[in-house]
């Protein structure tokens, strides 16, 4: 009897270990990248492991599954939005139900640009463009810099406003700049659709 | 000296003239002896005569010419057999001669037979020796043969792996050649057309009555559509067929239910669909994009997730697991052909509303876009014919919100990650990796599911495009800023694992300088 329930109590032990070996992105740990190669190539202190694990802004990325990809090789430019950003955002904006992942993924891509960008490249790229510079994100659209009141300060296309507060905090695959606000994707129809489409036959 | 008189052809003393001399005294020997022996043989020779014997001198003397004759005669058959007495008495003389050579050579012939023997033994063991050498000297050559033609057949054998080798890559080069081909045709017949703003059939248009109807009068414009409707329904058969989708049917995760039929189960009780197809619990690799809770709990099954109210166990929600519900072979509903693709993803440009639009002509003009429309729903590209709405390709768009937590669609049933990333995300038992527009996907290959983003990608440069907008800003990674700086001459952009050159002045993409994950 002792033998059956020890045995009963290791396989549960042994289930709940590999549960949490399976379920990276369930747990609050950090996540890792997929693959030992891109964990080389990530480094040691990726943009996952820096990010505060309990964060409005981690949870949206692990409901998006972009957990992970943010301990991946990269190199990427992570807008963080605040908690205070997302609690001021309309309501359901960070549900992280899966019927709102669409719009989950679509903000969090827009938080994301390709490469390494340091404040500086952003405030250079702003004087070139003479007051201004078009950013282009993950999700393919654009968030537009200014420089105002000696901040560089975020736009989206609906005109939503974020200031980074804490910039350039350098990890192994990237930078990660503090915002204050939330920067929404455009939903903007494609500028070639017809006004009316054919039917379906 | 040889005279004919003194020969023995015709020559009446005797064949040998050696003896000419001794002839003379042997002529006269023998005359004598002639005549004493006819002395001798004269009353015995007369017996037979002898009632002659008592007749007269006269008688005697008549017949002494007879007699002289008769003597001659006697004398020359005498001489006859003198040959033959020489000869003898020569053969006495040599007699002794010859029986002492035969007794020698009597007495010889044992020890030379034995020596004959000898010789013939050693010449038969000579001639063993030359065949045994000449066999080894043939097995050494047949050996050395062999060899030779087993060296040769290696030979050929890599020759032939060689030859393959290198006709196996001319193939795969003149694929890829061909593929390049193909698109600068296109795009050179894309760039004439927009050019010399020409309409249907070829530049230059077509009548005007017809140019609103794509150049092709509406009888065999019909026809065509007829064909083509017919062409296209076989073609996504058999690509549907050669998918993975079709390995998947049998299994219960991936039978997929009508979307008609699926609409009908919101609000409705959960065991109305495990009559149709049966119902499991999320797999564990996904489960957390679907977290259970005290009011609602997950479920799966016919290409599609419910969530069902613990209160009443109705189902309030439903999700398409495999692009968006609609699939090749299938129909898109008439309200999702106005659907399309927005701006916002950046993907526009790669799928346009209809390619017609694009300069790539109307119906039957298309180079292999024949009647092709993109529409856009819930984060899914569909590429469907124009006027039938038949479902060609599923094209899913991360940013758009599909992937995590779903399947990908039956088009992606090959690996495609992009080189650069291939060191990084390859094919294990227990993942496997996937590209789509945006991103690079991990898949459990038990449930065919979207478990987690791999690689966030952007559409990407290539060289000699202008530098795409929102790239004005500086964003090499650290480590490699110290050799890629911008410059008045140069600028370097980060895309998607390489660094690109930028010419400032015309900003186009002018080189990829380094891959930074390879």
Same mark, same amino acid.
């Given at each position: 009897m002792k033998t059956r329930v020890l045995a009963l109590g290791l396989a549960a032990a042994a289930l709940a270990v590999g549960a949490c070996n399976k379920h990276?992105?369930?747990?609050a740990s950090a996540p890792e990248a997929q693959t030992p190669e891109a964990k080389k190539a990530a480094g040691d202190k990726t943009i996952a492991q820096g990010l505060?694990?309990?964060a409005q802004f981690m949870a949206a990325a692990k409901a998006a599954g972009l957990d992970q990809t943010l301990a991946g090789a990269g190199p990427y430019t992570v807008l963080v939005p605040n908690d205070q950003a997302f609690a001021a955002a309309?309501?359901?904006?960070?549900?992280?139900?899966p019927e709102n992942r669409a719009q989950l993924t679509g903000m969090l891509t827009n938080l994301i640009l390709p490469g390494t960008v340091l404040v500086a490249d952003i405030d250079k790229a702003v004087d070139m463009g003479k007051g201004k510079a078009s950013l282009a994100t993950m999700g393919g659209g654009t968030v537009t810099a200014t420089k105002e009141g000696g901040k560089t300060v975020l736009t989206d296309a609906a005109g939503h406003k974020a200031t980074?507060?804490?910039?350039?905090?350098?990890f192994s695959n990237g930078v990660v700049h503090q915002i204050d606000g939330l920067l929404m994707p455009s939903k903007q129809?494609?500028?070639?659709?017809?006004?009316k489409g054919e039917k379906a036959g | 000296m040889f005279h004919p008189s003194n020969?023995?052809?015709?020559?009446?003393?005797? *064949?040998?003239? *050696?003896?000419e001399r001794r002839q003379n005294v042997f002529n006269r020997v023998i005359l004598a002896a002639g005549v004493a022996a006819l002395a001798i043989s004269a009353p015995a020779s007369a017996k037979p005569d002898r009632e002659h014997g008592g007749q007269s001198a006269e008688t005697q003397r008549a017949e002494r010419p007879q007699r002289a004759q008769r003597v001659e005669r006697q004398a020359r058959v005498e001489r006859a057999p003198r040959t033959e007495r020489v000869q003898r008495e020569a053969r006495v003389e040599r007699a002794p001669r010859v029986d002492r050579q035969q007794r020698m050579a009597q007495a010889e012939r044992p020890a030379r037979a034995e020596r004959q023997q000898r010789v013939e033994r050693q010449q038969v063991a000579r001639n063993e020796n030359v065949r045994v050498e000449r066999q080894r000297a043939e097995r050494v050559n047949r050996v050395a043969d062999r060899q030779e033609v087993r060296d040769n057949r290696v030979e050929r054998q890599q020759v032939r792996v060689a030859d393959r080798q290198d006709i196996r890559n001319q193939r795969r080069e003149e694929a890829q050649n061909r593929v390049v081909d193909r698109r600068a045709l296109h795009a050179e017949r894309v760039d004439n057309r927009l050019a010399n703003n020409g309409v249907g059939?070829?530049?230059?248009?077509?009548?005007p009555g017809l140019a609103d109807k794509g150049c092709v009068p509406p009888g065999q414009q019909r026809s065509l559509q007829n064909w083509a409707r017919l062409d296209d329904r076989r073609a996504t058969r058999q690509a549907l067929a050669a998918t993975r989708l079709a390995a998947l049917d049998n299994r219960i995760a991936t039978q997929f239910v009508e979307p008609v039929r699926v609409r009908?189960?919101?609000?409705?009780?959960?065991n109305t669909v495990s009559a149709y197809t049966p119902l499991l619990a999320m797999p564990s690799t996904i489960s957390y994009l679907y977290p259970d809770t005290s009011d609602y709990y997950y479920r799966y099954g016919g290409g599609y997730v419910y969530r069902v109210d613990? $209160?009443?166990?109705?189902?309030s929600w439903v999700l398409p697991l495999l692009a968006g519900g609609f699939m090749p072979g299938q129909y898109l509903p008439s309200s999702y052909m106005n659907s399309y693709m927005p701006s916002a993803y950046g993907f526009n440009s790669f799928y346009p509303s209809s390619y017609a639009d694009y300069g790539y002509g109307g119906y039957g003009g298309g180079?292999?876009?024949?009647?092709l429309c993109n529409r856009y729903a819930n984060g899914v590209v569909y590429q469907v014919?124009?006027?039938?709405?038949?479902?060609?390709d599923v094209v899913p768009i991360y940013a758009g919100g599909y992937g995590v937590g779903q399947m990908l669609p $039956?088009?992606?049933?090959?690996?495609?990650?992009?080189y650069q990333y291939r060191d990084m995300y390859y094919n294990t038992p227990d993942y496997n990796y996937w590209y789509a527009p945006g991103a690079i996907y991990q898949v459990d *290959?038990?449930?065919?599911?979207? $478990?987690?983003?791999a690689a966030l990608l952007t559409p990407g440069f290539s060289v000699g495009? *202008?530098?795409?907008?929102?790239?004005n800003m500086y964003n090499v990674p650290l480590a490699y800023r110290s050799t890629y700086y911008d410059t008045p001459n140069a600028w370097y952009r980060y895309n998607n694992g390489y660094i690109y050159q930028v010419d400032?002045?015309?900003?186009l993409v002018t080189a990829i300088v380094a891959s930074i994950l390879t």
């Open positions: 990276e992105g369930g747990n505060t694990q309990n309309p309501a359901g904006t960070l549900d992280t139900k980074i507060t804490e910039g350039d905090q350098q129809a494609a500028p070639n659709a017809p006004v | 020969g023995w052809n015709g020559a009446t003393d005797g *064949p040998f003239y *050696p003896f059939y070829g530049v230059g248009g077509c009548p009908t189960f919101i609000g409705s009780p959960v613990r $209160s009443d166990n109705l189902i180079y292999g876009y024949n009647n014919d124009c006027v039938t709405g038949l479902v060609q $039956s088009s992606y049933g090959y690996y495609n990650v992009p *290959p038990a449930t065919s599911m979207i $478990s987690s983003v495009q *202008p530098l795409p907008a929102g790239y400032p002045t015309t900003q």
